[in-house]
């Protein structure tokens, strides 16, 4: 329920505090003294449009506060949950709005947007009056009230499991069919490339062992092109190792007629062809380590550009040819088995769409039979609102082809004023006092049933008479049983029946003007709702009356 109300700087409301109590609460107070401007405060901390025009003249901002005591249960607090907002103690909304036109946001003190105050005040609150629409305008409203007073949440709930079901049914279907069809189109293009790909039999990573590997036979047929001109040089024709053997041989066959003079010269020739013949044999061993294989290179090569002119006609890089060849197979056996699965997938399409239509047929039903208790329920209570000719319907259109997440009905409220007139929807055929009424007896029809824990109404009794004021006035009272109702009104029956009763008033000088509220008590309600019975000049009678119609509804006098 709405536990406070605090008001700063708003049209005529300089400072305000209200605390309110569950039940029946009424606020009453001469025309003009600002009844609507509490009204709209309220709405403001629920997230209706902010204006400039609503800071008090001469500040730069105003400010509503509005705290609300519910229940953990309540859905409210789910919505606060689901944006991270803490819901430990009481829902509090706070709304800044500046004189340029700029406004803030403020919910349990975190900052938040105006869409999700405005969420979650529908979930706490809501506001009726002669002009207001939300709750009777939007035909999903209706189903969803027909549904709170039916008790159908479970069956809904199957509906939308089922329709769930079926639109995923239908998404899987469409998706394959989708997909055999192109595969289809392509059928000879992806056996082709299917082929093509499994004889080249692409694997991840081949590139860069096929790159490296090209490039260390490349850098080894160039040494080995060294290696066997250092070997051409020491061996081949013109190897000098034949003609320093000969020399030596001549040398040596001289040294003993020349002893000590040619000693040096025939060591060192000696010791070069050791040398040679070293070179000789780390040349041969060289040869061995670095065997070069032309046809290894060129076979490296031609795999290398094959993959690559591959990747190129496919617009993929090398490492993904062989997903892109998995992924051409599946297509090509979803191709091949598509028939197959299609006749499955519509197989399963139309079981689930079976179901469906069974869930929703059995909601329809219910909805058909609740229809017809709540369309009893709301026309007991339209005779004591002077609206005994009148008649209440509760209009269903169904169409089976139309499957939504909610079922195949449409939900509407339909009356009729008087006998013999053509029904229709109740915000075109019914006058605004008719329609605070048959509101009024809609909400007590449904009780505390997809209802906000405060209900708010706004001036329903305007234009009615005194037995009419006196049987709102009890609707009033028995929906405060269930629901904290407050009530703007000018009918002393109505604020008789009250709990608690607010005085609204307006004072100040020619200067400034303010607007306040305050609580009454005993001799000054009575007196207040004299002056309701009485206008201007309140007499002895209107005190008696006042003091009647309160020991009547068990308040005292």
Not at 71 to 92: F, K, V
Not at 284 to 307: K, N
Not at 422 to 449: I, N, Q, T, W, Y
Request: hydrophobic share 45%; proline share 3%.
């Amino acid at each position: 329920m709405l536990a406070r109300l605090s008001i700063r700087d708003i049209v005529l409301i300089e400072r305000l505090d209200v605390d309110f109590a569950a039940g029946l609460s009424v606020l009453t107070g001469e025309t003009g003294a600002g009844k609507s401007i509490l009204l709209d405060s309220l709405s403001l901390a629920l997230g209706a449009r902010g204006d400039a025009s609503l800071v008090r003249h001469g500040a730069a901002q105003g400010q509503v506060t509005a705290v609300f005591d519910v229940s953990r249960a309540h859905p409210a607090r789910q919505i606060l949950r689901d944006n991270a907002i803490e819901d430990d103690g009481d829902i509090i909304l706070r709304r800044v709005q500046t004189a340029d036109g700029r406004t803030r946001v403020f919910v349990n003190d975190q900052p938040a947007s105006v869409g999700l105050m405005r969420d979650i005040g529908h979930a706490l609150v809501e506001i009726h009056g002669q002009h207001d629409e939300r709750a009777l305008v939007d035909a999903d409203a209706h189903r969803d009230l027909l549904d709170a007073f039916g008790l159908h949440s479970e069956q809904v709930s199957a509906v939308r499991e089922a329709f769930q079901r079926w639109r995923g049914a239908e998404q899987a279907l469409a998706r394959h069919r989708a997909k055999v069809e192109a595969a289809a189109r392509e059928a000879d293009f992806l056996r082709a490339s299917v082929d093509e790909l499994s004889g080249l039999d692409p694997q991840p990573g081949e590139e860069s062992e096929l790159a490296e590997r090209r490039a260390a036979m490349m850098r080894a047929e160039k040494t080995a092109g060294d290696i066997q001109d250092a070997g051409e040089v020491l061996s081949g024709a013109n190897s000098p190792t034949p003609q320093l053997s000969s020399l030596l041989r001549r040398l040596q066959r001289k040294a003993d007629q020349n002893p000590g003079l040619l000693d040096a010269i025939v060591a060192a020739l000696d010791q070069a062809l050791v040398s040679l013949d070293a070179a000789q044999s780390a040349v041969d061993e060289a040869m061995r380590a670095a065997e070069f294989d032309p046809q290894a290179l060129e076979r490296a090569e031609e795999r290398l550009f094959a993959l690559r002119a591959v990747a190129r006609k496919h617009n993929v890089a090398v490492d993904d040819l062989a997903k892109l060849r998995d992924a051409m197979f599946a297509d090509l056996a979803d191709l091949d088995a598509g028939e197959e699965k299609l006749r499955a997938l519509e197989k399963e399409n139309t079981a689930s769409r079976e179901l469906y239509d069974k869930e929703a047929i059995r909601l329809s039903d219910e909805r058909r039979s609740s229809a017809e208790a709540l369309a009893r329920a709301v026309m007991a209570e339209l005779p004591a609102l002077k609206l005994e000719r009148a008649e209440f319907i509760v209009e269903i259109d169904s169409e089976a082809e139309n499957r939504t997440e909610t079922g195949i009905d449409r939900v509407e409220f339909w009356v009729r004023t008087n006998p013999g007139t053509r029904p229709g929807p109740m915000m075109k055929v019914a006058s605004g006092g008719e329609l605070s009424r048959f509101l009024l007896a809609l909400k007590v029809a449904l009780a505390d049933r997809g209802s906000a824990p405060t209900l708010v109404f706004d001036e329903i009794d305007t234009a009615v008479g005194g037995a009419v004021a006196d049987a709102i006035g009890q609707r009033l009272a028995r929906l405060a049983e269930r629901v904290q109702v407050l009530s703007v009104t000018h009918a002393p029956q109505v604020a008789a029946r009250a709990g608690s009763h607010y005085l609204i008033t307006k004072a100040g000088n020619a200067n400034r003007v303010s607007t306040a509220v305050s609580s009454l008590e005993d001799g000054a309600r009575k007196e207040e709702i004299a002056r309701m019975l009485a206008g201007a000049t309140v007499t002895d009678e209107a005190r008696a009356a006042a003091g009647r119609l309160l020991r009547e509804n068990g308040a005292g006098a």
